[in-house]
């Protein structure tokens, strides 16, 4: 009998879900966090640019009026027509600047958010080697525990800890370095076979630093909002020839306008500022690290409670009957007894 492919899909068993040691990936604390992380960051970029809008829009005029009581007719109109061109080259020059400072910085910072993807993910590849390892050569050995107990202390201590400078965390003394203190238990003389996971598990771990790095100076970011201060400043200047001549309603349009450029570049220097930081943001890896590292943690605990053995031995497989429909063949028959008088036989062919 034919199946047809509706059938056949709905036969189909649905597709596993990925879990973590029984823990689903998207758990609801995760889900959670990641909502807060995003949430706040969303504050710290938004609250301040309605608050630079509003400034803007509501101080634009008076900006524009005190500029203009400061000037007589003559220069107002040479504002208002800019015949000089002089405004027009200074906004032309600065606007330059900042966007070349501006995208630059946008760029490097993003390119470094990824290169800290891509050695975590290593990272956390290679400790699960470790763990993997550690637990073949001295599962049953009465340090076994005090191993998982170092790699815990490492990825509670170090892998986790995004929030502290990556210098800081590689100057740390030899002998309270967890790792080293793995070499010590599972070597007797001469470095153990764990040896070479350790040394690609602290390369992993120096590139996970190395990108963490803060690599822009402050002073970059000082220099930016500078940048966009003098971008802003000649607007009122502009906008103080023109309200000489065309009057209260175009300063009005002028100040929605202002507002909103306002607005738009500490947005972006905002969003510039949190990829800077290396935690608690939106662009941060906090929610894919902590994703990752639960999964480690769980299997951690659990070798510990003696949940997983990988030394001990695995249940047969069991295999259904096949689909030709064909009966399965009996089992062997046991031979029959053998009785005295045929040992005896033996015995005496083996004489001849």
């Known amino acids: 009998m034919t199946v047809t ?59 524009a009026g005190g500029i203009r009581s400061f000037l007589d007719i003559p220069a107002l109109g040479v504002l208002s027509n800019d015949s000089s061109q002089f405004m027009q080259n200074f906004l032309t020059a600065n606007g330059l600047l900042f966007s070349i400072l501006c995208g630059n910085s946008f760029y490097f910072l993003y390119q470094q958010q990824e290169s800290v993807y891509y050695a975590l993910f290593n990272e956390v590849s290679e400790a699960k080697s470790l763990l993997e390892q550690a637990t073949l050569v001295s599962q049953g050995r009465p340090f076994y525990k005090t191993v998982l107990e170092k790699i815990s202390l490492y990825v509670a201590t170090d892998l986790r800890r995004t929030d502290l400078p990556p210098a800081m965390l590689c100057g740390v003394k030899p002998k309270d370095d967890p790792l080293e203190s793995i070499l010590y238990l599972t070597s007797v003389g001469v470095p153990s076979v764990v040896y070479d996971t350790v040394r690609s598990l602290r390369q992993a771990r120096a590139a996970r630093l190395g990108a963490l790095q803060r690599k822009i100076p402050t002073v970059q970011f000082i220099l930016l909002y500078f940048l966009g201060f003098l971008e802003l400043c000649s607007f009122p200047i502009l906008g103080a020839g023109v309200g000489q001549f065309a009057g209260a309603p ?45 999964g480690l943690e769980d299997e951690l605990e659990s070798r510990r409670k003696g949940l997983l053995n990988p030394l001990g031995p695995s249940e047969a497989p069991s295999f259904g009957e096949e689909e030709t429909g064909a009966a399965a063949s009996p089992p062997p028959s046991k031979p029959p007894p053998t009785t005295t008088r045929q040992k005896v036989m033996g015995l005496l062919r083996g004489r001849d």
């Open 250 to 294: 175009i300063l009005q349009l002028q100040s929605v306008l202002f507002g909103l450029m306002s607005g738009a570049i500490i947005l972006t220097l905002r969003v510039i500022q949190e990829l800077w930081n290396p935690a608690g943001t939106a662009w941060s890896v906090d929610g894919v690290l902590a994703t990752m590292v639960k």
């Open 5 to 63: 492919l509706a059938s056949t899909a709905s036969l189909a068993p649905p597709p596993p879900r990925y879990t973590t040691c029984g823990n689903e990936i998207t758990n609801p604390e995760s889900v959670a966090r990641r909502r807060s992380i995003l949430l706040s960051t969303t504050v710290r970029i938004i609250a301040p640019s309605v608050v630079a809008f509003a400034v803007g829009m509501f101080s634009y005029a008076g900006m």
